[in-house]
C-alpha cells in the first residue's frame, strides 16, 4: 500500500517549450502533496505544497507562474513547467500525505533535461 | 529554527559492520522524525521513523535512536551490506507547519564487501 507513481519518469525538451509532470497516489487519497526538486548531490528542495481543490503554496523563491501546480483529484496533482531554461533541468520528485497524516510517501522522480 | 543538521556527509563501512549517522535539530516544535533511503535517479523511500515519545525504535537491522534533551537522532545500521549503498537523509516535521518535512543534507553511504 501507500504507492506514489509519477509520470514520466524522464523527460528531454527544448529551451522554451513546457513540461507536465504528473503524481498519483494510486491506492490511497492524499489530501497533501509536495513538489520537491533535487540536484545531483544534494538534498530535496521543497518548491511548493497542494491541497486538493485549492491553490498551491510556493516556498520562497520559487516562482508560481514558472511552476505551475494543479491538485485536481483526491489522487492526482501536477506540475506543469512553463516555458523551460537548461537551468530547469533536474530531478522532480512528488511525495504525498498517508493516511495518517504524517507519513510521507514519495514517488519514482523524474529527470528532466532541457536542451 | 528549521534547520536539520546531518552528518557525515559520507561514510564507508565495511560489510557485516555498523553504520551510524547523526542529526541534529532545533525548533522544538518538530514531533515526528523520519529517515529515508534513496538510491541513484530512485525517490526517497522511508526506512523507518520516530516520535519524540519514546528513545529508540527497531525494524530489523534498522534503530533510530532519539535524545530529546540533545535534540539529537541517529540511525544505525546494523551488519552494514552491500545493498544499504545509497543515501540516507533524516527529516522532521511539524504538525503546525503543514506536516512539511524538513530534510538534513543527507550521508552517502558505502559498503565495502
Known amino acids: 500500500g501507500a504507492v506514489v507513481s509519477q509520470h514520466p519518469s524522464w523527460v528531454i525538451c527544448k529551451s522554451g517549450t513546457s513540461v507536465k509532470i504528473e503524481c498519483r497516489s494510486l491506492?490511497?487519497?492524499?489530501?497533501?502533496m509536495f513538489w520537491y526538486r533535487q540536484f545531483p548531490k544534494q538534498s530535496l528542495m521543497l518548491m511548493a505544497t497542494?491541497?486538493?481543490?485549492?491553490?498551491?503554496?510556493?516556498e520562497q523563491g520559487v516562482e508560481k507562474d514558472k511552476f505551475l501546480i494543479n491538485h485536481a483529484s483526491l489522487t492526482l496533482s501536477t506540475l506543469t513547467v512553463t516555458s523551460a531554461h537548461p537551468e530547469d533541468s533536474s530531478f522532480y520528485i512528488c511525495?504525498?500525505?498517508?493516511?495518517?497524516?504524517?507519513?510521507?510517501?514519495f514517488g519514482p522522480g523524474t529527470r528532466l533535461t532541457v536542451l | 529554527q528549521q534547520q536539520v543538521k546531518q552528518s557525515p556527509q559520507s561514510l564507508i563501512v565495511q560489510k557485516g559492520g555498523i553504520s551510524i549517522i547523526n542529526c541534529a535539530y532545533e525548533n522544538t516544535a518538530f514531533d515526528y522524525f523520519p529517515w529515508y533511503q534513496q538510491f541513484p535517479g530512485k525517490g526517497p523511500a522511508l526506512l523507518i521513523a520516530?516520535?519524540?515519545?519514546?528513545s529508540e525504535k527497531k525494524e530489523g537491522r534498522f534503530t533510530i535512536s532519539f535524545n530529546k534533551s540533545a535534540k539529537q537522532f541517529s540511525l544505525h545500521i546494523m551488519d552494514s551490506q552491500p545493498g544499504d549503498s545509497a543515501t540516507y537523509f533524516c527529516?522532521?516535521?511539524?504538525?503546525?507547519?503543514?506536516?512539511?518535512?524538513?530534510f538534513g543534507g543527507g550521508t552517502r553511504l558505502m559498503v565495502k564487501p
Open positions: 527529516a522532521a516535521r511539524s504538525n503546525n507547519a503543514g506536516n512539511m518535512l524538513t
Open positions: 520516530i516520535r519524540p515519545d519514546v
Open positions: 511525495s504525498a500525505d498517508g493516511l495518517d497524516g504524517t507519513t510521507q510517501y
Open positions: 497542494s491541497n486538493e481543490g485549492s491553490k498551491a503554496t510556493y
Open positions: 491506492d490511497f487519497q492524499a489530501t497533501t
